[in-house]
């Protein structure tokens, strides 16, 4: 009953054994899958008192759903062995790290003194060299410049996550889950971008 939660200390600590896991019983780790998916855009919305961060939450699902599409027909024709139901719950727990960046990112703009948001918000293009020294000086503090990096981290932790769980799901190479993932990554961020400019 529990094990949809549970299995997040595998997917930080055993990986492997996780992913396994998951891509063989994809069906009882969906709706864990989901929930990881939208939970950025859900902690986003409650940290900014924002309700309309909400709708970043079809995007993030929309995301997904191409995704596992694009590397379930990868994963065929380079002979791998994936489930659908499996390989979209392996990818969604992938996602797992991405929860924390909502809330890295909400302390670097509370790191931010207020005078300098003041002019970040207020410029017109035409900034003076000591107004642009004093932002920088201000955005580039070692809060911050840890802040940025840990994000960073967490996106490349996120990013082998996903080669690991497509591996899995498709009993092949490394190298061919990590091909697999960049190539689907490229062509879901085209995809998502222009059903964004089309919906406006």
Known sequence: MLRPLSVLKDVVLKPKSAFEEISENGKNFLIGALLIVILPSVISAFLYFDYTRLEGAVRDVAEWLISAVLLYIMGKALRG?????????????????LIFPPILGYLI????????????????????????????????????????????????????????????????????????????????????????????
């Open 109 to 200: 703009l509370k790191s931010i003194p207020g005078d300098v948001k003041v002019l970040i918000e207020n410029t017109k293009g035409q900034l003076s060299h000591e107004t642009v020294m004093h932002i920088i000086s201000h955005l580039f503090t070692p809060t911050i410049i840890t802040l940025g990096l840990s994000i960073l981290a967490l996106t490349l932790w996120s990013l082998a996550l996903c080669v690991i769980a497509v591996r899995e799901s498709n009993k092949f190479s490394t190298w061919r889950a990590f091909c697999s993932v960049v190539v689907a990554l490229l062509i879901t961020t085209l995809i998502v971008t222009k059903l964004l400019k089309v919906t406006g």
């Open 81 to 97: 062995h994936p489930s659908f139901v499996g390989l979209l719950s392996a990818i969604g727990y992938a996602r797992f790290p």
